[in-house]
DNA sequence: CTGTTAGCGCCTTCAC
DNA sequence: GTGAAGGCGCTAACAG
C-alpha cells in the first residue's frame, strides 16, 4: 500500500492538521512515502538506505518537525541516553564544578546529565537509584555521603548499571575517580610546623568519607614525623557544612588554649570557619594563621588571599565522564582506581604564630 | 490460567533465577497469583483493589524488588513525571540556589527535576527544547540567556509543555516569576549620591535580559531624579561573567577619569570586579567604594563586608515550582507574573568618594 | 473487585 | 534497499 506519493487525501490532511502535537514515526512515513521501519533506519542512521530515500524522510521529519519519542525508542533499546549524577548538595560549587567537567564529556558524545542532589540524605540516595533502575539510565556518576551507610551501597550494587564512584572508599566494582589528600594536608601541616605553629587546628569531614578520613590522617602523620604530640581538642572531624565550621572555629579560638593556626579542609567548612575568623575580629596572619580548602575562588577574592589545598573539580567530571563513556562503549577490563592530583596554593594566610587573645 | 498460586514449575523458578535482571509486572502478578493489570492497580494506588489482593501484590513486588519500567509507563500515559530546568550556567550559585529552591516543592509531590546547563549557547537551548519534548517532560523551567534570541522562544512556544519562565520579558503565554530590580538599584546609587559619589561605575548584563536592561534603567532614572549627568563610560552593560566583570573594573580604574564607586551588578560580574579591584590594590572603601549583588555569602565573607543587592534565590524556585505543580494538576487560568522582592543590604563597603589614584 | 484485551511508538528480524 | 509484522512493559477500557 504506497498510497502516499500521491497528495494526502482530504480526510488525512485534516487529521494531520487537527492533531500534529505527537508526530510520529508512521506520519513522517506517509509523507516521504515510505514505511515506519524506513524513517527508524534513516533516525538511527541505518547505513543500507538509499541516499534518495533517506533525502526524502529527513525532508519530511523536518516539515512535520518530527521527533522520535524517547520513552518509545527506550523500552525498545533498553537504553535512554541519560546519565545521572548524584551529588550531596547542588548548591555546592565543588560539585556543580564536576558537573560542569562531565557534561563537557557527555554532551559530545550525545548522552544528557541529570544532576540529582541527596541532601546528603541516604534515603535519597536510595531512591535515587530507584529512579535510575526505573528510568534505566545508561550509567552513573556517584557521590555517596557518607561511606558507612549500607543501604546506597547495597541498592547500587544490585542495579546492573555502569557507575563511576567519586573520591570514596567502598568495595564496590564500579570505576573510581579518587583526588589526592593525604600528601596535600601533610605539605600544609609542615608548612605551618616550619612557621613555627604547634597548635594547630583542623576541621574537616568525618571520617565516614574519604576526604575527611585522609585528611586527619595526614594531620597525624605529619605531627607524628615532626615529634609533635596531637591535641585531640584540636581536631574536629565531622559534619561537612559551614555552619559545623562556623561552630567548630568558634568553640576552638574561644578555648583556654587556643590554636595558632586552623586548617578549614571542605569546601563548605572553609567558609564557615573564616566567618567565625571575622566575628571574632582576628587579623589574618596576624592573630591566627588560616588555610582553607577546596574553594579556590573564594581564597582569592578575600582579604588576604587564603592559602588553600586546591583540586581540579572540572577534571575530576571529565576523568569520571570518560571512564564511564568507555564503558557504554563496550570496554570490559577489570575495575579502574584513578587518583587525580591536588595542588596547595599558597596565599598570604600564614605567619608566624601568635596566641589569638595574646 | 492461574497456575501461580502453586509453587512455580522447575523451568519457571531458572527462568527467573537466570534473568531477573528485568522484574516486569507479569512476574510480580504471577507470584502474587492475579494478573499484571492488578499489579497495575496496585502501584498506581488505584483505589479498588481489595485489601488482601494489595497486600499479596505489595510482597509479591518486594520480594522480587519490582520497579515498574518508566518508559513503558511513560509510553501510555504521556507522563513521566519529570521537571526539566533550562538554566544558563550549573556552577553559579545564583541558579543551584534556585534549583535547590524548586525541588523543595517538587520532590514531595514526585517529580524530579532535571537540571541542565545551557551554558549560555541559544543553540544549546534550543537542543534542550527538543530534548524536552522526545523525553515528555510534564514541565519546565526556564531561564533563557539571551531575551533576544528568536530560536529558543519559538521552540519552546510550540512545545505544549507547561512552562515557568524565570526574570525575563518575553512575549511568552507561560507563567512568569520575575524579580525586582528597579527599586532597589535606584536605592543604591541614591545611597552613594547620599555619601556624595557624583562618578559611579555600573557594570551589567546587557540590555538582553531583564536583569540587565532595568539596573541600567533605575541608573539613569536616579541620575536623571538627582540631576545628575551620566557619563556613558561609566556604564558597561554586555556578559554576565567573571571575566568581563572584571575587565570593565580594571578599564573604568584605569581610565583617566575613573569613577569613585563601583556596582558590580550580576552574581559573576560581583566576584570579577572584586578582584580587579584586589589586583589593583585599592582600599575598600578608602580609595573605592563598592556594591555587589546577587551573592550574599560572598559579600559576608569578603573583608570588608560589601554592600548588596539581594533577592531570595531558593525562593523564587520554590514560587515557580508552585506556579507549575498547580498547572500540572490542571489549574487552567491567564498568564500569571509574580514580582519577587529585593533588598539591599548594607555593608560596609561604602564610604565618602576619593579619586582612587587621587 | 479483577481478568482480558488492545494498543502507546519504536526498532528489528525476516522476507522479498 | 525496503515493507511487514511482532513485541518491549505498561495502563485503561471493558466485561464479568
Known amino acids: 500500500m504506497r498510497v502516499a506519493r500521491r497528495p494526502l487525501p482530504e480526510s488525512d490532511r485534516n487529521r494531520l492538521s487537527q492533531a500534529p502535537l505527537t508526530v510520529t514515526a508512521e506520519d513522517v512515513a506517509r509523507l516521504a512515502g515510505v514505511s515506519a521501519g524506513t524513517v527508524s533506519r534513516v533516525v538511527s542512521h541505518h547505513p543500507r538506505v538509499a541516499p534518495e530515500t533517506r533525502a526524502r524522510v529527513v525532508a519530511a521529519m523536518e516539515s512535520l518537525r518530527y521527533l522520535p519519542n524517547a520513552a518509545a525508542r527506550a523500552m525498545r533499546t533498553n537504553r535512554t541516553n541519560t546519565i545521572g549524577f548524584l551529588l550531596p548538595d547542588i548548591s555546592n560549587r565543588v560539585f556543580a564544578e564536576v558537573a560542569f567537567g562531565v557534561e563537557q564529556v557527555l554532551a559530545p558524545a550525545d548522552y544528557l546529565l541529570m544532576s540529582v542532589s541527596?541532601?546528603?540524605?541516604?534515603?535519597?540516595?536510595?531512591?535515587?537509584?530507584?529512579?535510575?533502575?526505573?528510568?534505566r539510565m545508561d550509567g552513573l556518576i556517584v557521590s555517596l555521603s557518607d561511606e558507612t551507610a549500607p543501604a546506597p551501597l547495597e541498592r547500587l550494587s544490585r542495579l546492573d548499571i555502569p557507575a563511576v564512584i567519586l573520591d570514596r572508599d567502598v568495595a564496590e566494582g564500579s570505576d573510581h575517580v579518587l583526588s589526592e589528600h593525604l600528601r596535600p594536608m601533610m605539605m600544609v601541616v609542615e608548612h605551618l610546623f616550619a612557621h613555627g605553629h604547634r597548635r594547630i587546628g583542623l576541621i574537616s569531614a568525618s571520617d565516614r568519607i574519604r576526604p575527611g578520613r585522609e585528611r586527619v590522617r595526614a594531620y597525624r602523620e605529619a605531627h607524628r614525623r615532626a615529634g609533635v604530640a596531637v591535641d585531640e581538642a584540636l581536631i574536629r572531624a565531622a559534619i561537612q557544612s559551614e555552619a559545623f565550621g562556623r561552630q567548630s572555629a568558634l568553640d576552638m579560638l574561644g578555648a583556654d588554649s587556643p590554636p595558632t593556626a586552623i586548617v578549614a579542609a571542605g569546601s563548605d567548612i572553609f567558609p564557615g570557619a573564616l566567618r567565625a575568623i571575622r566575628t571574632l575580629g582576628l587579623a589574618i596572619?596576624?592573630?591566627?594563621?588560616?588555610?582553607?580548602?577546596?574553594?579556590q575562588k573564594l581564597a582569592e577574592l578575600v582579604g588576604p588571599e587564603i592559602t588553600t589545598v586546591d583540586r581540579d573539580m572540572g577534571e575530576v567530571g571529565r576523568v569520571a565522564a570518560r571512564l564511564l563513556l568507555e564503558r557504554l562503549r563496550g570496554h570490559d577490563g577489570p575495575q579502574r582506581r584513578l587518583l587525580l592530583p591536588s595542588t596547595v596554593s599558597l596565599g598570604r594566610s600564614v605567619g608566624p604564630p601568635r596566641s589569638p587573645f595574646g
Not at 540524605?121 to 529512579?131: H, K, L, M, Q, V
Not at 596572619?285 to 574553594?295: K, L, N, R
Open 118 to 135: 541527596s541532601n546528603r540524605s541516604p534515603e535519597r540516595e536510595c531512591a535515587f537509584f530507584d529512579y535510575a533502575a526505573q528510568r
Open 285 to 295: 596572619p596576624g592573630a591566627i594563621s588560616f588555610v582553607g580548602a577546596d574553594d
